[in-house]
């Protein structure tokens, strides 16, 4: 099918589609990296701190050392699965933010910034980051992104609380680098209007066959699309209940979609048509009868076979899809707002806490690191480097001098060096 | 001696036609005419065929000879002399070259077929049907055989030429190297010459000098003349080698007769140049898109004189939504993906290259 080709050439199918486990293993791999580096911060840190408190206050080496291995003891990291909670949280808060501006952000760039975090944060740890001040930064790339002009002013009046430009902007480069530099997000927003566009046509009668069952009319699908089973909630006429699918689907899209995995593991025409699933399943089941052909049923498998006793091309896909739409629907359905869910959200405050004492000390302040970032002459070269320059500076000053004086030589220098005599 | 043998046996060599020998006419010749290869003298042939075509004189042979047709005889052996005259023929109209087979194998067959033919018509077997098979494939592959006629002259006289020029080239090179040994041989008496008089008119203190003075001038000339030659007979050696092949001309289908011969190939002819290698830019295998969909949200837009002033074709949003409606629908992820890492073991997978990049850039500038 050309349509997936054309997919496959994306950096969202050729870089951050994983299958499940992958992604866990990616998950847990970046966790133990992070927590050995906060460990080690935080031991450097405060290391520093009792060699200052000793060279100040009285030494007392055996409770020093006493302390120092309670201290160590003490740090205890985030797991994995308590880092994605964290993220989702801020997903979620990232959606609120959007909606904070007047006009609110287009759904298209929180959507965006959703993507970015949840992309930042499969190679990067909140312990290390945290995902407060990446949050705002995401969803300003995503402005940018999305073709949806802000200026950085504006953007950073609309956050609550006390935010400077500087601040917004500090992570941005460290963002791109975990994004891999791939802005490219495919959302299932716009293939929805797409699908719906189908099916309005179908149920205007101007309905096209696929270019692979090209023997149905225009009238066989109206009359096909008219005999669906009825929706769960009645409707007046077909348009109606197309476009009250169309508002669940889309719903389902912006929030569920987002916070779960659904981008890694899916393709973005998966995810909308199982979304539409959810929303309503004959419908959708119709649409992909009219696309692939055959209605499948997961019990009762109808081998169809060609002339050449092969099993259907389009039959084989129906039948997988079938089973990766029905899973990617489990996955949305499995969705439940954090903020909505009191336990979640006394869980979500335990992690905060917990993330308060295992932050990593030596990147919390991005806007410092940003800033020294471009500098790559270490500053402890700096008095060697100033000798060094004189020396370069001799050099060059004889080098002009041998050039001056060979300039005079028709034929250049010697080759061999004259013996004086 | 060989000359002598000849004659005496010729000595009692009798006509057949007119029974004169020539014991009693010394300078009577002898011809033959390939129709039937009977001997008869020169004064038979004036006699009996001056006045148009007839019956050969020998008893019981038939065949109509001319006068035009009749020569001399090449070889002793009336046999030998026929054959040739055969094989030379058949040669003629079978001259396929090796070339112009597929394989090494077929033109070996040809070869062998050809010998055979050769064979039949000399010892009379199934004449007419080889010559009726010679004569079809002769009218057959007129073109070809013309072609091939000329290719052999052409390799004749460029075999002819390229002699001559070595010839030449030898004769020049045997000349230049006499010319230089003469004049070697004259600045070598000179430059004696010339020392002798300094020697002689010189003092006896630097004679030494003059001696090793004279010496080394004349190394330096052959020294000179050497590095000369070497650089003529370098261009010689180059002209020599150039190439003179004489190209092929393809030719000839398959035909009845001869087997195995390479097909002409004409080349096709040129494809229009496809930018998209085979790639409909429109073609699509989940729909095919529409004038025009119903919306009334955008049917607003299809008319908007300022959503189309600057251009704006509503088809481009279509084909856009539609496309990312399906595209990647049957890209399933945990299959092709699991396979991909599979496959780039070696090289950084996604994920891999995912956690290198999470520990230099992320996690690493700690």
């Known amino acids: 099918m050309i349509e997936d080709d054309i997919y496959r050439a994306s950096s969202q199918y050729r870089l951050w589609s994983y299958t499940e486990s992958s992604l866990q293993s990616l998950r847990a791999t970046t966790n133990t990296v992070a927590s050995e580096r906060v460990r080690a911060a935080l031991r450097r840190s405060r290391e520093q701190q009792s060699a200052t408190s000793s060279a100040a206050g009285t030494p007392q080496p055996g409770s020093d050392m006493d302390g120092k291995n309670k201290d160590e003891k003490e740090i205890e990291c985030l797991t994995p699965e308590e880092e994605l909670v964290l993220v989702r949280y801020y997903c979620e808060k990232t959606l609120e933010l959007g909606e904070t501006y007047r006009p609110p952000m287009p759904t298209m760039a929180r959507a965006t910034a959703i993507q970015y975090l949840r992309r930042f944060y499969i190679t990067n740890s909140p312990m290390t980051y945290h995902p407060k001040s990446i949050m705002a930064c995401a969803l300003f790339v995503a402005t940018k992104t999305e073709n949806y002009y802000m200026s950085l002013r504006q953007f950073a009046d609309g956050i609550p609380g006390e935010t400077s430009p500087e601040d917004v902007i500090a992570p941005e480069f460290l963002l791109m680098q975990g994004l891999r530099f791939t802005f490219d997000i495919r959302h299932p927003f716009r293939g929805l209007e797409g699908g719906v566009m189908e099916l309005q046509a179908i149920a205007d009668g101007q309905g096209q066959p696929a270019p692979h069952l090209p023997h149905e009319t225009a009238e066989d699908l109206q009359q096909g699309l008219l005999s669906i089973a009825p929706p769960p909630t009645p409707s007046k006429s077909m348009s109606d209940r197309i476009a009250v699918a169309h508002g669940k689907t889309r719903d389902l899209l912006k929030t569920a979609a987002q916070m779960t995995d ?160 | 001696m060989a000359a002598n043998a000849v004659s005496r046996r010729d000595e009692d060599e009798v006509c057949p036609v007119c029974k004169s020998s020539r014991y009693l006419n010394p300078d009577m010749r002898f011809l033959i005419n390939p129709e039937c290869y009977h001997k008869m003298c020169e004064s038979c042939v004036d006699r009996i065929f001056s006045s148009g075509p007839a019956n050969c004189p020998v008893a019981g042979c038939r065949k109509t000879l001319r006068k035009n047709r009749f020569r001399t005889q ?80 052409e390799e004749a006289t460029s075999f002819q030429a390229r002699i001559n020029l070595e010839q030449e080239q030898a004769r020049i090179r045997r000349q230049a190297a006499r010319q230089e040994y003469e004049i070697e041989r004259r600045e070598v008496q000179a430059g004696r010459e010339d020392f002798l008089t300094r020697l002689a008119s010189g003092t006896s203190t630097d004679a030494a000098a003059i001696a090793r003075e004279g010496h080394k001038v004349l190394l330096k000339k052959s020294s000179a003349r050497r590095s000369e030659e070497d650089r003529i007979r ?133």
Not at chain 2, 82 to 107: A, G, S
Not at chain 2, 128 to 151: F, G, P, V
């Open chain 2, 234 to 366: 370098q261009k010689q050696a180059a002209l020599r080698s150039e190439p003179t092949r004489v190209a092929g001309v393809s030719s000839g289908a398959d035909t009845g007769l001869v087997k195995g011969l390479r097909k002409i190939k004409t080349p096709e002819p040129e494809k229009p140049y496809d930018p998209f290698m085979g790639y409909v830019p429109e073609k699509r295998d989940y729909y095919s898109l529409q004038e025009s969909y119903p919306s009334q949200f955008l049917d607003n837009y299809r008319n908007n004189i300022s959503v189309l002033a600057g251009g704006y074709d509503l088809r481009e949003y279509y084909s856009r939504t539609l496309l990312e409606a399906f595209a990647g629908l049957s890209c399933f992820v945990d299959e092709e993906v699991s396979q991909r890492d599979a496959a780039r073991v070696s090289a950084p997978v996604a994920t891999e290259g995912a956690a290198i990049a999470a520990g230099q850039s992320g996690e690493g500038s700690a």
């Open chain 1, 262 to 421: 659904a981008y890694f593991l899916y393709t973005p025409s998966q995810i909308w048509l199982s979304a539409f699933l959810v929303a309503d399943r004959p419908l959708a089941e119709f649409l992909l009868d009219v696309k692939l052909g055959g209605p499948v049923t997961a019990t009762i498998p109808t081998p169809e076979t060609d002339e050449n006793g092969l099993l259907n091309p389009l039959y084989e896909i129906r039948s997988k899809l079938h089973r990766v739409l029905t899973e990617c629907s489990a996955l949305l359905q499995s969705y439940t707002p954090l903020s909505s869910d009191p336990v979640q959200m006394k869980n979500l405050k335990r992690i905060a806490k917990k993330l308060y004492h295992c932050q990593n000390p030596e990147k919390v302040n991005l806007k410092r690191e940003s800033a020294q970032a471009p500098v790559s002459q270490p500053d402890s070269g700096a008095v060697t480097s100033e000798s060094e320059s004189e020396r370069l500076a001799k050099k060059r000053k004889l080098e002009q001098e041998q050039m001056a004086r060979q300039g005079n030589d028709v034929f250049g220098p010697d080759l061999v060096q004259r013996t004086k005599p």
């Open chain 2, 74 to 153: 090449t070889f002793e052996d009336i046999n030998v002399e026929r054959e040739v005259d055969i094989r030379r023929r058949v040669m003629q109209i079978l001259n396929r070259r090796e070339e112009e087979f597929d394989t090494k194998r077929n033109y070996d067959d040809f070869l062998e077929q050809r010998e055979e033919i050769i064979a039949n018509l000399v010892s009379r077997i199934d004449v007419s049907k080889t010559e009726a098979q010679l004569q079809k494939y002769a009218s057959e592959n007129m073109a070809s055989i013309r072609a091939n006629q000329t290719l052999e002259q």
